[in-house]
T-cell receptor, first 114, second 113 residues
């Protein structure tokens, strides 16, 4: 079984530029999560999807962040415009109804904003 | 905001020794989970313990949960160099959004060969 796939793995951009991250969850997993992990910290949830519906986006900075999960499979997280403080690792995770509590993480995208 | 707090922040041991990491949290929970993160990688789910359980084993891992003290411990027995990683506890709060995990800051474990 393939794991959660994320791309790109690394991204370096200048502030005020837009950036997008892509995630392909494990096949059959209907729940998808985006987390942000700052250096030396644990992951913090940005948004959670159940199929194509965003059911928890309370932690998503909506002035500059947006996300979508078309057709309830792949998802894209976008930042526009990026700020210096957005430098972090962005992790995608997925889970299924069968193993609901356990989340399966991708390798993450490491973003550096200069 | 982070609910779990791991202790210690860093731990260095020799191969073959046992490693114990602790986690404290603040609110009532449905379950508590432990994850491992190798450098530059995503998190890997290790073990889940439900609020009505007190102890759980998985291979060389032993997890305890004390809901009265709002604390948990992760014991790794007979450690190996490959166990070198950061370990995070994560809690699913009861009465809150289902399946929302709140992670601690992690314990960095170094196992020296």
């Amino acid at each position: 079984e393939a794991g959660v796939v994320q791309s790109p793995r690394y991204k370096i951009i200048e502030k005020k530029q837009p950036v997008a991250f892509w995630c392909n969850p494990i096949s059959g997993h209907n729940t998808l999560y985006w987390y942000r992990q700052n250096l030396g910290q644990g992951p913090e949830l940005l948004i959670r999807y159940e199929n194509e519906e965003a059911v928890d986006d309370s932690q998503l900075p909506k002035d500059r962040f947006s996300a979508e999960r078309l057709k309830g499979v792949d998802s894209t997280l976008k930042i526009q415009p990026a700020e210096l403080g957005d430098s972090a690792v962005y992790l995608c995770a997925s889970s299924s109804r069968q193993t609901r509590a356990a989340q399966y993480f991708g390798p993450g995208t490491r973003l550096l904003v200069l | 905001s982070q609910q779990g707090e791991e202790d210690p922040q860093a731990l260095s041991i020799q191969e073959g020794e046992n490693a114990t990491m602790n986690c404290s949290y603040k609110t009532s929970i449905n379950n508590l989970q432990w994850y491992r993160q190798n450098s530059g990688r995503g998190l890997v789910h290790l073990i889940l313990i439900r609020s009505n359980e007190r102890e759980k084993h998985s291979g060389r891992l032993r997890v305890t949960l004390d809901t009265s003290k709002k604390s948990s411990s992760l014991l790794i027995t007979a450690s190996r160099a490959a166990d070198t990683a950061s370990y995070f506890c994560a809690t699913e709060e009861s009465g809150g959004s289902n399946y929302k995990l709140t992670f601690g800051k992690g314990t960095l474990l170094t196992v020296n060969p």
